[in-house]
């Protein structure tokens, strides 16, 4: 595991933070946190760097505890809203970076080079930074972020700002990043960008973690059989591919997590003489599960 917490929490005089989070996230995966304004999610990330402090609890990052300061090397941070040193270039804002690192020089110039290919900023590195756009500014975010080559990198809010052209970009960069191996935990309240790039997803609200799974697990709804000749018999047979299934009038609901078990469950009712008129998942994406988990009132 690259990331390990146990019932970390993390509360401003009792309020605001986080509480008992437990989770881990494995080597080359792409976990993200999704969750309102103001539900702990930078709070969350900031504790995983050692910026701040737990209450309780803990955690242990790339084999070594929180707030370890030689771990820090293999970790890219992007901040949310992050301000930028608009008087230098983005290549010197890159340069410094790396001096922050401690990486030596020659070092430091090879990897911009690879940086400036993988963010896509390749013939704008001498410009300053104030006549960036928001999108190249992110980019170049990401570049800092990316510069030492880490293997876990923390995005908090990497797309929030851009438009759908900029939030294309970075999720090209993210996708480039995993195929690269390195581990990405991602903040974000953007649904879309979950979906698009996550491989699992934890839901935070209001300090609490509602839901962890893989986007499959999370967006997997029940499916709905409509049955002619339903008899016991149907029903027992049917309760091997979900024990806990639920029957109203001719109707079954029943919790199926692979789609390749749906024929099977075909061929088990109509070997039973029952006539099946009708197989479908109920609808369930996962903005319907965010505002089922979260609710919809106003964040903290
Ligand atoms: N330094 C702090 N002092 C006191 N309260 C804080 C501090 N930092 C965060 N909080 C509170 O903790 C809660 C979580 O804030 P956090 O910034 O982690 O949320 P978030 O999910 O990242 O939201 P956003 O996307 O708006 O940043 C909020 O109620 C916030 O007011």
Known sequence: MVIETYNLTKKFNGKGGFENISLSVKEGEVFSFLGKNGAGK????????????????????????LGDVNTRKKIGYLPELFQYHNWLTGYELLFNHGLLYKMNKKDIKRRIEEVLDIVGLKGHE??????????????????????????????????????????????????????????????????????????????????????????????????????????????????VFDPTLKKVENEIEM??????????????????????YMMKRKENVLEELFIKTVGEEDSR
Do not use: W
């Open 42 to 65: 930078s709070t969350f990330i900031r504790t995983l760097l050692g910026i701040l402090y737990p209450t309780s609890g803990g955690g242990v990052i790339l084999k070594k505890p």
């Open 126 to 239: 001498h410009k300053k930074i104030k006549e960036y756009s928001k999108g190249m500014k992110q980019r170049i975010g990401l570049g800092c972020a990316i510069l030492s080559d880490p293997e876990l990198l923390f995005l908090d809010e990497p797309t929030s700002a851009l438009d759908p052209v900029g939030r294309k970009q970075v999720r090209d960069i993210i996708f480039k990043l995993k195929k690269e191996g390195k581990t990405i935990f991602l903040n974000t309240h953007l649904l879309s960008e979950v979906e698009l790039v996550s491989d699992r997803v934890a839901i935070l609200d209001k300090g609490i973690m509602k839901k962890v799974g893989t986007m499959k697990e999370l967006m997997n709804s029940p499916v709905v059989l409509s049955i002619g000749n339903l008899n016991e018999e149907i029903i027992n047979k049917l309760k």
């Open 255 to 276: 919790s199926v997590y692979n789609d390749d078990t749906l024929p099977k469950i075909a061929e088990c009712i109509v070997k039973n003489n029952g006539l099946l």
